[in-house]
C-alpha cells in the first residue's frame, strides 16, 4: 500500500507534501506524487528536505499529469484505483462561495468519492 498526496505548486500543495511524507514515514509505506499542475514537478518545488528520503527508507513516486484526462479530481480518483491508495493527502485553500459555485471543488469531489480516507491539510499561515 501507499500514501497518495496531491501536489500543485502552491503553498497548500507544499504543505500537503511535507504531512504525506511525515504520515508515510511514520507507516513504512511509499508516496505517490500526483501532479495535479500542467507543469512538470521540479524536485526543489516540493517542500520536503531531500536529503531526508535518504535518511528514510520511504519510496517516493512523481507521478506525471496524465494528457488524456483533464479533470483533476478524475486524476486523483484513477490513481487512487491503480496504485491501491491507502490514505490520499490533499492541500486546501480558501475560495470565495462565488468560486466554489463556479468552478466546483476539486477537493469536495475527492472526499465524497474516494474509496479510502482522506486528510484535508491548509497551508501554514505566516
Known amino acids: 500500500m501507499s500514501i497518495m498526496v496531491c501536489y500543485s505548486n502552491t503553498d497548500a500543495g507544499r504543505a500537503a ?7 508515510a514515514t511514520k ?12 507543469a512538470p514537478i521540479q524536485e526543489g518545488q516540493l517542500g520536503i528536505d531531500l536529503n531526508s528520503l535518504v535518511d528514510s527508507d520511504t519510496a517516493v513516486q512523481l507521478l506525471p499529469r496524465p494528457e488524456t484526462v483533464h479533470d483533476a479530481a478524475d486524476i486523483v480518483l484513477q490513481a487512487e484505483q491503480e496504485h491501491h491508495v491507502s490514505l490520499i493527502v490533499l492541500g486546501l485553500r480558501r475560495r ?21 480516507p482522506v486528510l484535508a491539510v491548509k497551508a501554514e499561515t505566516t
Open 17 to 23: 507534501v511535507r504531512r504525506a511524507f511525515a504520515e
Open 27 to 38: 507507516t513504512r509505506e511509499s508516496l505517490l506524487v500526483v501532479n495535479l499542475d500542467k
Open 96 to 116: 470565495s462561495r462565488v468560486g466554489k459555485l463556479i468552478m466546483g471543488s476539486i477537493a469536495q469531489r475527492i472526499l465524497i468519492e474516494a474509496d479510502c
